[in-house]
T-cell receptor, first 111, second 112 residues
Framework: SQTIHQWPATLVQPVGSPLSLECTVEGTSNPNLYWYRQAAGRGLQLLFYSVGIGQISSEVPQNLSASRPQDRQFILSSKKLLLSDSGFYLC??????????FGQGTRLTVV | AQSVAQPEDQVNVAEGNPLTVKCTYSVSGNPYLFWYVQYPNRGLQFLLKYITGDNLVKGSYGFEAEFNKSQTSFHLKKPSALVSDSALYFCAVRGSGNQFYFGTGTSLTVIP
């Protein structure tokens, strides 16, 4: 069966520090991968999605970037964090035509 | 552009009563619609989806949703609410490029 791993679960980082959040999927090939941010426990904002290795689409321009170095690995990065980057980050995957499956999320607090 | 709207931030219902969480959609072409539930500090869990076929879709934990094309709605329902159903519920639509777009969420509280 397919599983999705996202880590770390919580992270506290100072302003100006770099960020790397990792997400991996097991049990499937060539998934569509997504990064979402949820602010204040409510709406989800689609940040990036990827339909294949090296193929990244950005929905909202901001202080973050994403990479997909391997088929089932999706990384969210920042060179210098801002206070406004705080939030709950969620990784998700789908196969074409299916529903999306989510990881457990990373709570990022920028201090 | 594809989008969904959840007009209610908060829904309160007494335990044992039926519940409805509302969602309306705006899509070009055939809609692919989904409902998810989120418990505090957790990822989203899939409940059910409408792709095509019967307008009444049955999903996990006794939930169902009714697709209404004329009203462009996809409301989530359950005949008898449980206290454990208290959570944040999201409606979503899948875009033509396989993106998923979510509503703003509805917080459901089931009162014992």
């Amino acid at each position: 069966s397919q599983t999705i791993h996202q880590w770390p679960a919580t992270l506290v980082q100072p302003v100006g520090s770099p960020l790397s959040l990792e997400c991996t999927v097991e049990g499937t090939s060539n998934p569509n991968l997504y990064w979402y941010r949820q602010a204040a426990g409510r709406g989800l904002q689609l940040l990036f999605y990827s339909v294949g290795i090296g193929q990244i689409s950005s929905e909202v321009p901001q202080n973050l970037s994403a990479s997909r170095p391997q088929d089932r690995q999706f990384i969210l990065s920042s060179k210098k964090l801002l206070l406004s980057d705080s939030g709950f980050y969620l990784c998700a995957w789908t196969e074409t035509g299916s529903e999306a499956f989510f990881g457990q999320g990373t709570r990022l607090t920028v201090v | 552009a594809q989008s969904v709207a959840q007009p209610e931030d908060q829904v309160n219902v007494a335990e044992g009563n039926p519940l409805t969480v509302k969602c309306t959609y705006s899509v070009s072409g055939n809609p692919y619609l989904f409902w998810y539930v989120q418990y505090p500090n957790r990822g989203l869990q899939f409940l059910l989806k409408y792709i095509t076929g019967d307008n009444l879709v049955k999903g996990s934990y006794g939930f169902e949703a009714e697709f209404n094309k004329s009203q462009t709605s996809f409301h989530l329902k359950k005949p008898s609410a449980l206290v454990s159903d208290s959570a944040l519920y999201f409606c979503a639509v899948r875009g033509s490029g396989n993106q998923f777009y979510f509503g703003t969420g509805t917080s459901l509280t089931v009162i014992p």
